[in-house]
């Protein structure tokens, strides 16, 4: 297996091990600041602790740097920290914004919608890459790409029918609608975070250690100074599951930590996981062939979803399997992978089955 695939594989697997400890961490039961007992409710103070595993990133970086340049070897021989140091760092602030918001709201829709769900409506991210790109990077969307766009469209549609439909008697409508809308809205912010990277920071190589860990800091600074108004800010239901009934509890998040220190543990697990996770991307290069991005990420899929109805975390529904086919399809003919060549696309200048994909970001869970 080439060194590349090794490598994929098993940044796929270090993010499947991080959206297993969010889930195990949001579905922990622990005693609050109010004395009553709840689940660890908390999608900001989870997204500083997210930006925290990126800060590691730059951390390695550094210490990379150093140790290679004290031993005199050529930094561009080494494929971590090879690349273009001449820039302002405050370029990531835009990045780091749609981060933010992004992630906030992903923590949010998972807390309110299926684990499944979740997995296979971020795939809607595909979609709106590619709008945005057509029309602030100039790419034009090939034919294959708009049928791949239609087929997920319809997957996504049947994923969220099938949430609505075949919700458990227990889970409120509204909240599993709101939250599929919030992560669809996640994947957006999402697309222009992608659009933003690839216009702008590409073309200066910077390394990308380097890139992840200044979004962190960014990130990180950014949020841990809006935690401080977020106390004061009262919400409604859904958004409520905390004693104060405000935007994020951060006592109430520490008190949690404290009467139960698996949540820190999963909390610690989840920054290391997102460090490895970044630092293993940096190893191969850049972006990968999009068959191997795209079956990588099935599985990654296919095994949250089953582990998911194995620990009862939601109920198996045929028509979610029939959404996540229909996702699939969409993307096989989106990414133009080897079926598709007997339909010629590839004569009219079409993307190869090997051709690079969307360069995902390395911190998406």
């Not at 940044?11 to 949001?26: R, Y």
């Not at 908390?42 to 150093?66: D, N, R, Y």
């Not at 975390?313 to 992978?337: D, R, T």
Request: charged share 15%.
């Amino acid at each position: 297996m080439p060194s590349g695939i090794k490598i994929a594989t098993i940044q796929q697997i270090l993010n499947l091990f991080n959206f297993l400890i969010i889930q195990a961490t949001v579905n922990r039961k622990v005693m609050g600041s109010d004395n009553k007992v709840r689940q660890f409710n908390h999608p900001f103070v989870q997204t500083c602790v997210m930006f925290i595993g990126e800060i590691l990133c730059l951390l390695a970086f550094k210490i990379l740097f150093s140790y290679y340049s004290r031993r005199q070897v050529t930094i561009q021989d080494i494929n971590v920290i090879r690349g273009n140091q001449n820039f302002n760092s405050f370029i990531f602030l835009p990045p780091a914004i749609f981060d933010i918001v992004a992630t906030s709201l992903m923590y949010i829709g998972l807390e309110m919608t299926y684990v499944s769900s979740f997995q296979m409506l971020r795939g809607s991210v595909i979609v709106f890459v590619a709008l945005l790109s057509q029309n602030f990077i100039g790419r034009t969307i090939k034919i294959h790409q708009w049928g791949g766009i239609l087929f997920i469209i319809l997957g996504l549609v049947v994923v969220g029918w099938s949430d609505f439909k075949f919700k458990e008697k227990s889970v409120d409508t509204n909240t599993i609608i709101t939250g599929d809308l919030l992560i669809i809205i996640a994947q957006i912010i999402t697309a222009c975070q992608i659009v933003y990277e690839e216009k702008f920071l590409l073309e200066k190589d910077i390394p990308p250690l380097q890139a992840v860990g200044w979004e962190g800091i960014f990130g990180f600074v950014i949020l841990s100074i809006l935690l401080f108004p977020f106390y004061y800010i009262h919400v409604g239901y859904p958004f409520e599951n905390n004693p104060r009934e405000v935007l994020e509890d951060l006592p109430d998040a520490i008190t949690q930590m404290i009467n139960n220190k698996l949540i820190l543990v999963s909390l610690l697990g989840t920054m290391i996981s997102i460090a490895f996770f970044n630092f293993a991307g940096t190893s191969m290069t850049k972006e990968i062939s999009a068959t191997t991005r795209m079956v990588l990420d099935t599985v990654r899929t296919f095994f949250i979803w089953i582990y998911s109805i194995i620990f009862s975390w939601q109920a198996f529904e045929y028509p979610q399997l029939f959404g996540f086919l229909i996702l699939l399809v969409g993307m096989v003919i989106y990414y133009n992978i080897i079926p598709i060549r007997h339909f010629h696309f590839y004569q009219y200048g079409e993307l190869t089955p090997e051709e690079p994909i969307i360069n995902q970001k390395a911190d998406e869970t």
